[in-house]
């Protein structure tokens, strides 16, 4: 059984720093998309970053683009998100989520994801 499990979120003033991370289980996820999406209250859930399965290729919503950093760890099976220069408008429950296979998904498609972790808060105040 996949699970998910997000940790690392809390408040944070603005220009600050996180680093959150997501530890998977059930199957081995070196060949999965490994994606990162946020919610915000009343707005649709968005896109953040994904790491394919390709070494090194990475995908970034452009407003996240040079303040954010996804990076993995196949060994530990494990996809964390670096996040500096926060502003308020940041402020989310983020998501890590995987797609049902192997070679699956759309980067930056929520509902190519199958497997969703129970969400992390970001609050970032002003």
């Known amino acids: 059984q996949v699970q998910l499990v997000e940790s690392g979120g809390g408040l944070v003033q603005a220009g600050g720093s996180l680093r959150l991370s997501c530890a998977a289980s059930?199957?081995?996820?070196?060949?999965?998309?490994l994606g990162w999406f946020r919610q915000a209250p009343g707005k649709e859930r968005e896109f953040v970053a994904a790491?394919?399965?390709?070494?090194?290729?990475?995908y970034y919503a452009n407003f996240v683009k040079g303040r954010f950093t996804i990076s993995r760890d196949n060994a530990k099976n494990t996809v964390s998100l670096q996040m500096n220069s926060l502003k308020p408008e940041d402020t989310a429950v983020y998501y890590c989520?995987?797609?049902?296979?192997?070679?699956?998904?759309?980067?930056?498609?929520?509902?190519?994801?199958?497997?969703w972790g129970q969400g992390t808060q970001v609050t970032v105040s002003s």
């Open positions: 790491s394919s399965w390709s070494a090194g290729r990475t």
């Open positions: 989520a995987v797609p049902p296979s192997p070679y699956s998904g759309v980067p930056g498609v929520p509902s190519t994801y199958r497997f």
């Open positions: 059930g199957r081995t996820f070196t060949n999965y998309i």
